[in-house]
T-cell receptor, first 116, second 113 residues
Framework: AQSVTQLGSHVSVSEGALVLLRCNYSSSVPPYLFWYVQYPNQGLQLLLK??????LVKGINGFEAEFKKSETSFHLTKPSAHMRDAAEYFCAVSGLGSGNTGKLIFGQGTTLQVKP | DTAVSQTPKYLVTQMGNDKSIKCEQNLGHDTMYWYKQDSKKFLKIMFS???????INETVPNRFSPKSPDKAHLNLHINSLELGDSAVYFC????????????FGQGTRLTVV
């Protein structure tokens, strides 16, 4: 079985500060891990994904995430927050379990607030 | 061109009615999905079709019936709507091989009154 836990439903940072959004996963098979962003009243947009090629994954808009197997974590970071980064962020896991249907299992989401 | 498009974007209807949401993808993907996002923004898969064949049905009430006329379309029909069905419904598509990214539609906000 697979699951995802995002620590912190709401994160607030100042513009220019470091962004750190936490994600821990549970998976009995090698996982594929994703971060999606949802802007208000919009669909989900992929920020980055981990597919076992490299543990440090760079995504769009200056975001990156590091896969740490020993900690079962895939935290999302950005060195300097911008006002436009304010959105809902979702960590998700998929994998080879259940015949690799491509099904995404999402965390509960983290709302990122960026203060001027 | 929109990769995954759903219609309508907003849907307000009364309890007991039957409604449909349509989804189309122009990416040539083999697999399409319906996800439900509740009022707390939690996302959960409902259904998945691969080449018009149902492969995931996540214990959704049988009032919900997906239909895939071809692999580019996956519609969601809901009978006898209930207040608890109010949510945002997202359609998505992907190629299942490896860790192919899923592309999401803009969502349909369903409000049952």
């Amino acid at each position: 079985a697979q699951s995802v836990t995002q620590l912190g439903s709401h994160v607030s940072v100042s513009e220019g500060a470091l962004v750190l959004l936490r994600c821990n996963y549970s998976s009995s098979v090698p996982p594929y891990l994703f971060w999606y962003v949802q802007y208000p009243n919009q669909g989900l947009q992929l920020l980055l994904k981990y597919t076992s090629a490299a543990t440090l994954v760079k995504g769009i808009n200056g975001f990156e995430a590091e896969f740490k197997k020993s900690e079962t974590s895939f935290h999302l970071t950005k060195p300097s927050a911008h006002m436009r980064d304010a959105a809902e962020y979702f960590c998700a896991v998929s994998g080879l379990g259940s015949g690799n249907t491509g099904k995404l299992i999402f965390g509960q989401g983290t709302t990122l607030q960026v203060k001027p | 061109d929109t990769a995954v498009s759903q219609t309508p974007k907003y849907l307000v209807t009364q309890m007991g009615n039957d409604k449909s949401i349509k989804c189309e993808q122009n990416l040539g993907h083999d697999t399409m999905y319906w996800y439900k996002q509740d009022s707390k923004k939690f996302l959960k898969i409902m259904f998945s079709y691969n080449n018009k064949e149902l492969i995931i049905n996540e214990t959704v009430p049988n009032r919900f019936s997906p239909k895939s006329p071809d692999k580019a379309h996956l519609n969601l029909h809901i009978n006898s709507l209930e207040l608890g069905d109010s949510a945002v419904y997202f359609c998505a598509s992907s190629q299942v091989e490896g860790a192919s990214r899923a592309f999401f539609g803009q969502g349909t906000r369903l409000t049952v009154v």
